[in-house]
């Protein structure tokens, strides 16, 4: 667990990644080598615990991904979920950014910046939520509250798990797969943020 991200390391190797939210110490510290995964990631009650399940989540992802992107051709609205949320969407005519990291709102062009505190509801043609509100616990206010065509879990905490996604009305999901997982790993164990992980990171695209 570093001071940004949660890295979490299964017996075959993969190597699963997610955001670091510290709210409690965490109950497993030193008992989790040998434990099953799915005992170490049943542990949800807080912030500190959803960020090393997700890591683990993120570590089972075995299906093939691919580059399309969902939002080519998509315009109209884009509603975007996160901490300093980073999502490209040049074709839209406008963009509500909420996100947790912001205290108060900024407009510039077609971009509104707004804290997460000011999210009453939306509609949007296409709505991505970074997996960090998987993490913050979030996402089921946000969920409750959003209209879009398509949904989509994104960035560096979403994991693959179709069945309860769909369920959730999730369309598609953005992972962030790593090139070099033993080098992502330690950038991870020695404190290093987002500009030095996103050096190992492929983003592939698939359609839930």
Known sequence: MGVNYTSAVLDDRSVGISNTIYDKEYPLGGKLAGMSAYDAASALGTSTERSVATAIMNALTVHPFGDQDPTTDSEGRLCVFGY??????????????????????????????????????????????????????????????????????????????????????????????????????????EGGGSDELRKYIIRKYKKI
């Open 84 to 189: 300093s949320p980073n999502f490209h969407g040049k074709k839209f005519n406008k963009i509500y950014i909420y996100d947790f990291n912001v205290r108060e709102e900024i407009v510039e062009r077609n971009v509104v910046l707004r804290p997460y505190s000011m999210f009453k509801g939306e509609s949007c043609e296409v709505a991505v939520l970074f997996g960090s509100t998987l993490v913050n616990g979030t996402v089921d206010d946000i969920l409750s509250k959003l209209s879009s065509d398509i949904l989509i879990l994104a960035g560096i905490s979403a994991i693959y798990a179709p069945l309860t996604l769909k369920r959730h009305g999730f369309t598609h999901v953005l992972k962030y797969f790593l090139s070099d997982r033993f080098t992502a790993f330690r950038v991870v164990c």
